[in-house]
């Protein structure tokens, strides 16, 4: 890797960190530049979701204040994070890598879907609580359990917009605000990176620089984030993801 690209990927880390953060979906900014500087996908992947460790756990500790009052809904939901991303991350080394090349544009496409729906699903999930007049339950009962589970295998096996799909499932079945919300989300997703971290440690191949170059980009972001990214267009953060997301799908779809 080159100093130019070296200095791409910590940008890329910077603002990945900053969009998790905020928003989600940090990984559809760092997958396509990692690609970029010719790793294979694999490799980029296991690499991203290392180097994206210090960027979740910084992004956690911004929001610390609107964690307060939510530690046992956090360690029922970590279990399901913990279950889920090890097995993710045990499905991307198990699978060939001509599958994983063919599952990820679609993954990526649904992820951009999601992201560029959020506002009309989230209108939709108030509209129907209204009209029933039921509360979403303290923990979310089974159905958020299982459902972030799934969404955690998704998010040891590929992580872009993992936290999307943590924030539509949170606030269809939660009776919280979305900051608070946003606050869980961060925590999750670095008990995901965490765990399949640590199992790649072991057993994948992954490329130190990259590694480096995002664990510090992202720190910086996740604090960039916490402080200021509650003031940003959250039409300007969508219209910037959906933008190279779908870049990124047309650089996989073309190797």
Known sequence: MTLGE?????????????I??????????TFPVLLATGLPPVTATVSNALGMIP????????????????????????VGALLGGFTGATLLLALPAAA???????VLS????????????????????GATGDLARRDGGPLLFTGLTLASVYGGYFAAAQGIIYMSLMGMLLDETLQRLNAVKNVLVAVVNAIAAVFFLFVADFDWTAVVMIAFGSMLGGQIGAKVGRRFS??????????????????????
């Open 55 to 78: 960027g979740s756990v910084s992004g956690a500790f911004g929001y610390r204040k609107e964690l307060g009052g939510q530690g046992r809904r956090i360690l029922k939901l970590s």
């Open 20 to 29: 998790n953060t905020v928003v989600g979906s940090g990984t559809l900014i």
């Open 6 to 18: 070296a200095l791409a990927v910590f940008a890329a880390g910077v603002s990945a960190g900053g």
């Open 234 to 255: 959250p039409a300007t953060l969508r219209a910037l993801i959906v933008t190279i997301g779908s870049v990124s799908i047309v650089q996989l779809l073309r190797r």
């Open 110 to 129: 649904l992820a951009l879907v999601l992201v560029a729906l959020q506002p009309l699903i989230s209108k939709i999930v108030r509209g129907r609580r």
């Open 100 to 106: 994983f090349e063919r599952i990820v544009p679609a």
